[in-house]
C-alpha cells in the first residue's frame, strides 16, 4: 500500500487506503497522497548563519536525516491532502509511475498538476524538494533546542535520545500537516574546530 485515494466532489469525501473507488469525472476530483517514506536531508556546518550550540556553547557540525510518511490513517490522510495537496499528490503520482486512467491522459496530468512531459523521477524530486522546503526550518529549529540543552559528551554518547527528544517537539506540528516521523538518522555530531 504506497498510496491512498481522496475522492472529492458530489457526496462526502471518501478516503480509501486499500482497493479503488468509483469515480465519474464530472462530478469528482480524485487526489492521490503518497504513503511511501521520503527523506529529507539536513546537513549543516556550524559555520556563517548557522547557529547549533551545544550546552557549553560551542559551534556544531550536525548531520541527520528525516525519514517523514503519511500514516494510512483516514485522519492523517485528510490532514496531508488539505495542507499540502499538490506536493502529495505529485509525489505520490512519480513515485508510482502510473497517472489515474482517463480518456484524456493530458487532462489528468493537467488536472493533478503536472507537466504532461515531466520525468517522474523529475516529479518525485520536485514534490520531495517543495516537502523539504516546508519542513526543514522546522526541523532545524528542533535540532537546535535540543542540541543546546546537552553537552558535547551527551550528543556523543546517545543519538537515539537526540532523535526522541527532537520527534517529541516535532509531533504536533507535523500531525497538523498529517505527517509523523518515521525516524531520524543522526550522521554526525562534531564541534567546529575552534580558531587559534
Known amino acids: 500500500m504506497s498510496e491512498a485515494l481522496i475522492r472529492t466532489g458530489f457526496g462526502d469525501p471518501k478516503v480509501i487506503i486499500s482497493g479503488g ?12 497522497v503518497s504513503l ?3 527523506k529529507i536531508n539536513l546537513w549543516r556546518q556550524a ?4 547557529n547549533f ?12 536525516e528525516f525519514f517523514l510518511r503519511v500514516p494510512p490513517k483516514t485522519d492523517f490522510i485528510m490532514a496531508a491532502a488539505r495542507t499540502l495537496g499538490p506536493i502529495m499528490d ?3 503520482m512519480s513515485l508510482d509511475g502510473r497517472g489515474l486512467s482517463r480518456p484524456n491522459k493530458g487532462a489528468s496530468n493537467r488536472l493533478l498538476g503536472h507537466a504532461s512531459g515531466s520525468s517522474t523521477e523529475e516529479s518525485a524530486r520536485v514534490g520531495i524538494d517543495a516537502l523539504a522546503d516546508l519542513t526543514r526550518e522546522r ?12 553537552t558535547v559528551e551527551e550528543l556523543h554518547r546517545d543519538h537515539d535520545v537526540i532523535a526522541d527528544k527532537v520527534e517529541y517537539i516535532l509531533e504536533a506540528d507535523l500531525r497538523k500537516n498529517g505527517l509523523e516521523l518515521a525516524r531520524i ?3 554526525l555530531i562534531d564541534p567546529e ?4
Open 53 to 64: 550550540r551545544s550546552k557549553e556553547m560551542l559551534p556544531i557540525n550536525l548531520n541527520a
Open 193 to 196: 574546530p575552534l580558531n587559534n
Open 36 to 38: 511511501r517514506t521520503m
Open 47 to 50: 559555520r556563517g548563519d548557522v
Open 21 to 32: 473507488i468509483f469515480v465519474f469525472w464530472l462530478f469528482h476530483r480524485v487526489q492521490r
Open 90 to 92: 505529485s509525489i505520490a
Open 185 to 187: 538518522a543522526i550522521e
Open 139 to 150: 526541523f532545524q529549529r528542533a535540532m537546535r533546542e535540543v542540541v543546546a540543552q546537552l
